[in-house]
């Protein structure tokens, strides 16, 4: 009966990180569509130093954290059969939606401060 139940839990657990892994490469290829979109040469406001060095940041940041995700989510591409490292690709697709979603925050991050700065000196 346990057997069952670990069995079913580890099935339930495959479909979930399948459909995490094509919500991590949706948002990883949404993030490089977004950041090059926003990256194209253009005429900006001249900006302070400070507020250079924290959008440098946030653009390091964010590419860091892309490269992580897609790390993770490379790494996940070949299922194992052995129930130990299941959960390991389990937890690589995990990981990888994680640092996918904190790619996104860095990116949006970037982006509100670009709207504020854009708000205050116009």
Partial sequence: MLRNHLRRDLQWLKRQARRDRRIAVALLAAVVGAWGRQLLPGDG????????AISIALVMG????????????????????????????????????????????AYVAWHLLQFVTALLLG
């Fill in 45 to 52: 406001p001249v900006m302070s130093p400070v507020l250079v």
């Fill in 62 to 105: 964010s590419g860091a954290a892309w490269v992580l995700s897609a790390y993770f989510v490379t790494r996940s591409l070949r299922v194992r059969r052995e129930p130990v490292e299941e959960l390991r690709w389990i937890s690589r697709i995990g990981r990888g939606k994680e640092w996918a979603f904190c790619s996104l925050s």
